[in-house]
Structures are given as structure tokens and as C-alpha cells.
């Protein structure tokens, strides 16, 4: 493990809440893991026995419905973990997880985490943070997928992944439209409609690129309520 590495590892929510002492002793036996594209790193209904800590790239945990659709549950990238709270169960998974890009992550054996909670109980409130997260994450898809349109959907997407404060952004899509159609709760042929709604609030797309003429602009589109726009049709 690179001390870059260790880095990420350590500003984790998993681990932020321990001492530096305790974070080296823990990743002393944990693993650093490449996977190509469209690798599998564990599968829904395996046994849970590791979390993993992404240090590049990006991942997505998905469940596979009775009818054969597939759900994303969400996609992570550097410094979020996962699969933490079932490991600890000793469960199994209940979503599958696979690399989206190319990427590499940190397993940590559960049983070695759990020993450190023993002796070092901040471990056992860094779990609490990062099961907070999740919980947070999946309020916020539940209120998105109620409260907003598509095309809101993708514009508040398209705003995390901007860097800028105001005026015109360049963004890159960090992954393919079907799977941002997923993560947002979309059909391929919806996610067009609301790629196409967009360009009336200046956002256009070539390729992976989308270039959005106006943050502030794209901002106000994305909070405001869908009443108004149903009101102004």
C-alpha cells in the first residue's frame, strides 16, 4: 500500500475516527485490490466477510429483482466504503458489487476490524458515521425520486460533479448513460428526454462531456419545485 493510499484509507469515514496508530495496526492486514471494468468483487447473496475502502475509479453495489431488472443502490469512488454493516452480521450481501472503470480498492477483513473495535472502541463510532452516510444517501435518493423530476435529477448530478462556484463548467461523465440512467432511477430512453430537457437550461452534451453555460442558472432548475414548471406548461 503507497503512502497515497494510506491516505485515502485514512481520511475514509470508515477509519477517520481512529488514531493514526490504530489505522496502521488495522492496515497492516488489509489488501489493496485491482479490478478491470465490468469485474465482479463479490456477488448478491455471497457471504459478507470484508468491507472495502475504494481508492480509485468507481464501483456499483446493485440488486438483481425477481423479473431479472437490474437496481443500482448506489456507485462509490475514492475514499467511500461499503458493504460494512453486513460483514459485521456475518450475512451475506445483500446487492452485488462491480467495477465500473477501472479501479482499485482496500478489503478489510471483518474479523479484523472487529478486533480493533475491542480494543479501540473510536473504531465502533467511525462504523456508526459511515452507516449514517449510507442511511443519508438512500433518504436523499427516496426524496429525489418523489420530489423531483428526470431532468432535476440530472441536473443535481451533473452539479456534484462540477467544481465550480459560478458561470460556465465543463464536466466530465465519470461513467455510461445506462448506468447513470440507473443511479438516478431512469430509463436509458428517459435520461434522453432529460438530457434534451437540459439544453433549455444550458447544458449540452458531446460524448462524456457536458458543458453547462451557467452553474447558478442549472442550480435554480434543479431545487425548484416541479409545480412551477407543470404551472408554466
Not at 491516505?7 to 489493496?32: C, F, N, P, Y
Not at 437550461?201 to 412551477?228: C, W, Y
Request: hydrophobic fraction near 45%.
Amino acid at each position: 500500500m503507497t503512502p497515497d493510499e494510506r491516505k485515502i484509507a485514512s481520511g475514509s469515514i470508515l477509519l477517520s475516527g481512529a488514531s493514526q496508530e490504530a489505522i496502521d495496526l488495522l492496515l497492516k492486514t488489509a489488501r489493496v485490490r485491482g479490478f478491470d471494468r465490468g469485474a465482479t468483487l463479490f456477488l448478491q447473496g455471497e457471504k459478507a466477510n470484508a468491507i472495502y475502502v475504494v481508492l480509485n475509479g468507481w464501483v456499483k453495489l446493485y440488486r438483481i429483482a425477481p423479473n431479472g431488472a437490474e437496481a443500482v443502490v448506489g456507485v462509490f469512488t475514492k475514499g467511500r466504503s461499503f458493504g460494512e454493516a453486513v460483514a459485521f452480521q456475518h450475512d451475506v450481501y445483500p446487492v452485488a458489487a462491480e467495477a465500473v472503470t477501472d479501479c482499485r480498492v482496500i478489503r478489510i477483513e471483518a474479523e479484523a476490524y472487529l478486533r480493533q473495535i475491542r480494543e479501540n472502541p473510536e473504531f465502533a463510532i467511525s462504523i456508526l458515521s459511515a452507516t449514517f452516510v449510507h442511511l443519508q444517501s438512500l433518504v436523499a435518493q427516496v426524496e429525489a425520486l418523489k420530489a423531483q423530476t428526470g431532468a432535476q435529477r440530472l441536473a443535481e448530478f451533473l452539479l456534484e460533479l462540477s467544481d465550480c462556484a459560478a458561470g460556465n463548467c465543463e464536466v466530465v461523465l465519470p461513467y455510461d448513460k445506462v448506468l447513470i440512467a440507473g443511479r438516478l432511477g431512469m430509463k436509458p430512453e428517459s435520461l434522453s428526454r432529460a438530457f434534451a430537457k437540459l439544453r433549455d437550461h444550458g447544458v449540452n452534451i458531446r460524448q462524456n462531456h457536458a458543458s453547462i453555460t451557467d452553474i447558478a442558472k442549472l442550480r435554480d432548475f434543479a431545487f425548484e419545485d416541479p409545480a412551477m414548471s407543470w404551472s408554466k406548461n
